[in-house]
RNA sequence: GGGGGCGUAGUGUAGCGGUUUAACAUUCCGGCCUGUCACGCCGGCGAUCGCGGGUUCGAAUCCCGUCGCUCCCGCCA
């Protein structure tokens, strides 16, 4: 029943007390969260991990009368007392418990506080107090919620996956580096000199290599490491549900997970609709300019190429003679926009990499307002204009450039446009499979082949000829999970062919033995009966980040670290003595 | 590596070149109060305006640097 109370020192959680209990005597703890001191009369709300209680305390109660005078806010008390129903007129409709109230006996002080640094019933406080105190930001209301929220998360999770045939293994946290993917976080061996671990950013080798021993359905609530720069989504440390299974279709995956997002959405009392949508890579591209559209709301991106081929605009002409593109999007009732708005979109493009950014502003009584519309014929504004499905009051906003780049930017400006003109319907979720990734892309650093995802990653069977020809054209059996235009999971099809491995390895430049260097136990493990395989992980923290509309995962997360990678709390990162480096064979610079 | 934002009593904000002794709310401290629940009323303490430098007759206010936090680009297979 009141399963805080079962083996503890109390009869009751505070929360949890209700007009069943009238008449019981009641032993509580908790915090002090408020104390209203009428004088003759004193009232303390007392708040446990399960909510908010009245105690009052009446004169007749001399000794615990005098103590209730000299309660301070956030003490820890033990209280003794009786459950009353309130007086008419005083319920508070507010509260769980707002109907009854504990008059109470004896007050035991279990422990004093210092006054806290910001009030825990309050609003808004800086991110850095909430951090150094974290212990007491984690106190608040909401900060409770969202890790009790997370706690539901993860059980259902572990529910679904159980039920499913999947056993949950544990994988190191101290491995070997491999040079692919993030920058890893190294560890220092003491015992062989000048040798180091890393972190895992993923137990991704480890999680094959179950599947070769046979354990077929695999998950993990896996911690995993990544030495990048830190968003509002990413943290130095984050945790993902990994999970990997033998003999199964990219659809039976896809189905399987379904499953698992549908029982997670439950808890916000979000109904998924089921199939999820599904969308290609290339058409993602195409109509909304990224990998991860969000598609909550239009802004589709469309191809006027064929309009302004022959326009006299030398900049859209030129770019489509050269075998660019030129592309655009409508931003809905933006028409209005001033020059200086107008310019600064033409920044933000600049800064994604745009050459420039034209528009046309179709002002609300129909009058054009552009300085490119000159160019163009008037059949030729109106035939963009029902390209991109425009109404009067629009704004158009056109990119030439390469064809994926001026979809990219244009992408960039569709989110920052549906951010600014409140486009974005907070509590409503969209979920997309995105699938169809192209094995590669081109690294332009090194000049080479480099895996869309990861060297295991299986191309679909009917693109496998491509590999000799166009590798970049080969697709991938490989998808990723967007929620509201967040990349939550990904995962693909792993390769069990060898012949098929080394060709891949071939493609990316590894030869056998970099190969067998960077990968060689799971090579070699493939070599002993490696079963059709595949898998996905999600991103746990962005998952319940998204559950709760929580724009930072670190709302979700008991502990984050900050921008620059430091805990307010604890001080990390931090210097070490001599002797520690010295034991690690380490010399400082 | 690059671009933007923020930093003023414990907390949240206002003030943005001069009658400002830096304001308001809240917290905190003291007093009064027997039905409050954001208790109320009265009184009080509390900030050299992140730090350093510059411009100026005069700087919280303008400029430069720096630190911290934050958002974004790069980066994140």
Not at 115 to 122: K, Q, V
């Amino acid at each position: 029943m009141d399963e805080l109370a079962r083996f503890a020192m109390r009869t009751n959680a505070c929360g949890t007390v209700t007009k069943n209990n009238l008449g019981d005597e009641v032993i509580l703890t908790g915090w002090v969260h408020t104390r209203r001191d009428h004088g003759g009369l004193v009232f303390l709300d007392l708040r446990d991990r399960s909510g908010i209680v009245q105690v009052v305390v009446d004169p007749t109660q001399h000794a615990a009368f005098e103590t209730a005078h000299t309660i301070r806010s956030e003490y820890v008390l033990y209280i003794t007392g009786r459950v009353k129903e309130r007086p008419a007129g005083t319920i508070n409709p507010n509260l769980p418990t707002g109907e009854v109230e504990v008059e109470a006996y004896n007050i035991k002080i279990l422990n004093k506080s210092k006054t806290p640094p910001f009030e825990i019933d309050g609003t808004s406080v800086d991110e850095v107090l909430r951090l150094k105190y974290r212990y007491l930001d984690l106190r608040r209301a909401d900060m409770q919620h969202n890790l009790m929220t997370r706690h539901k998360v993860v059980t259902r999770v572990r529910d679904y996956l159980n039920n499913n045939g999947f056993i949950e293994i544990e994988t190191p946290m101290l491995t070997k580096s491999t040079p692919e993917g993030a920058r890893d976080f190294l560890v220092p061996s003491r015992l062989q000199p000048h040798h180091f671990y890393a972190l895992p950013q993923s137990p991704q080798l480890f999680k094959q290599v179950l599947m070769v021993a046979g354990f077929e359905r695999y998950y993990q609530l896996a911690r995993a490491f990544r030495d990048e720069d830190l968003r509002a989504d990413r943290q130095l440390e984050h945790t993902q549900i990994d999970m990997e299974m033998s003999f199964m279709t990219e659809e039976g995956i896809l189905e399987l997970v379904e499953g698992m997002v549908r029982d997670v959405f439950e808890i916000a009392d979000v109904k998924i609709p089921t199939p999820i949508q599904r969308m290609t890579y290339d058409e993602a591209i195409h109509r909304y300019g990224c990998d991860k559209p969000d598609l909550r709301y239009g802004m589709e991106i469309e191809d006027i190429s064929d309009i302004v081929e022959k326009a006299d605009f030398k900049v859209f002409a030129n770019t489509v003679k050269n075998g660019g593109a030129v592309r655009g999007i409508a931003a809905p009732g933006c028409g209005t926009f001033s020059r200086s708005r107008i310019d600064e979109l033409t920044e933000f493009a600049a800064s994604n990499g745009a050459k420039g950014l034209a528009w046309i502003a179709l002002e609300p009584e129909g009058n054009v307002r552009s300085p490119i519309a000159k160019f163009f014929r008037e059949d030729q504004i109106e035939a963009i204009i029902k390209r991109l499905k425009a109404n009067p009051g629009d704004l158009l906003l056109f990119v030439a450039d390469k064809p994926v780049k001026a979809s990219s930017i244009l992408g960039s400006l569709r989110i920052k446009l549906a951010d600014q003109i409140g486009l974005i319907q907070p509590d409503v979720f969209n979920f997309l499979w995105l699938v169809d990734f192209p094995l590669f892309g081109w690294d332009e650093d090194e000049n080479r082949l480099d895996p869309n995802h990861h060297p295991f990653t299986m191309p679909r069977v009917e693109d496998i000829p491509l590999l000799d020809t166009e590798p970049l054209k080969v697709r991938s059996y490989a998808y990723d999970l967007i929620i509201n235009g967040t990349e939550v999971g990904g995962g693909s099809l792993r390769i069990y062919d060898q012949g098929l491995q080394e060709k891949i390895f071939e493609l990316i430049g590894l030869n056998v033995e970099e190969a067998r260097e960077k990968f060689g136990f799971l090579l070699e493990a493939f070599e002993y009966g490696a079963p059709p395989h595949g898998g996905l992980a999600f991103g746990l923290d962005r998952l319940v980040a998204i559950l709760l509309q929580k724009k930072t995962i670190r709302e979700v997360i008991a502990f984050p670290k900050t921008q620059t990678g430091s805990c307010l709390m604890s001080g990390a990162p931090d210097t070490v003595t001599e002797q520690q480096l010295r034991e690690l064979h380490i010399k400082l610079s």
